[in-house]
């Protein structure tokens, strides 16, 4: 079946622009999770959602950062007034949920580049 | 201060050969391992993971060894074959609650020679 799918793939922002990043999760996924993944570096969590509810966001760097899965489905993340320091891939990621496999899948993710 | 360390940056093999990739974790609460292989400009794809109540997994070529005591898990593929260069990453989780969310170490980029 289709895996997680990720738009825009690549993103160029000028700094103070506002972003919207999508992700469309494996069907019937519960968990849903945001990472963010600079140069060089492994993904770094960002936040999670179970269904509907987001139950963790305490990956968010600043609250410039916002993301949103209103049917429990696809998710956005949005990145207001971005910063060059935002510059980064964003990955998303869908699990199971809890009590299933908790092995998450990723998508291509988002690159960030912010001038 | 990593929670999840993978200290070798690169690792280079022949062909045929075993490959060998090490990581090492310091929070205790950790119980799920996994073990991701990414290509550039894609995301990482899963390869193999194992719960703290083993202390191996085995899928194919690739064979998980988790080190409860010494916090260290290591990940072998035999044969290497050179469509397995790629960076490897090592994750945790604590399966606490219904959070999953995973700390991954820097990566190693593994490269096979033909």
């Known amino acids: 079946g289709a895996g997680v799918s990720q738009s825009p793939r690549y993103k160029v922002a000028k700094r103070g622009q506002d972003v919207a990043l999508r992700c469309d999760p494996i069907?019937?996924?519960?968990?849903l999770f945001w990472y963010q993944q600079a140069l060089g570096q492994g993904p770094e969590f960002l936040t999670y959602?179970?269904?509907?509810?987001?139950?963790?966001k305490s990956g968010l760097p600043s609250d410039r950062f916002f993301a949103e899965r209103p049917e429990g489905s696809v998710s956005t993340l949005k990145i207001q007034r971005t910063q060059q320091e935002d510059s980064a891939v964003y990955l998303c990621?869908?699990?199971?949920?809890?009590?299933?496999?908790?092995?998450?899948?990723f998508g291509p993710g988002t690159r960030l580049t912010v001038l | 201060d990593q929670q999840v360390k993978q200290n070798s940056p690169s690792l280079s093999v022949q062909e045929g050969r075993i490959s060998i990739l090490n990581c090492d974790y310091t929070n205790s609460m950790f119980d799920y391992f996994l073990w991701y292989k990414k290509y550039p400009a894609e995301g990482p794809t899963f390869l193999i993971s194992i719960s703290s109540i083993k202390d191996k997994n085995e899928d194919g070529r690739f064979t998980v060894f988790l080190n409860k005591s010494a916090k260290h898990l290591s990940l072998h593929i035999v044969p290497s074959q050179p469509g397995d260069s790629a960076v490897y990453f090592c994750a945790a989780s604590a399966s606490g609650g219904s959070n999953y969310k995973l700390t991954f170490g820097k990566g190693t980029l593994l490269t096979v020679n033909p």
């Open positions: 990621a869908s699990s199971q949920g809890q009590g299933r496999s908790p092995t998450q899948y």
């Open positions: 959602f179970q269904n509907e509810a987001q139950l963790d």
């Open positions: 069907s019937g996924h519960v968990s």
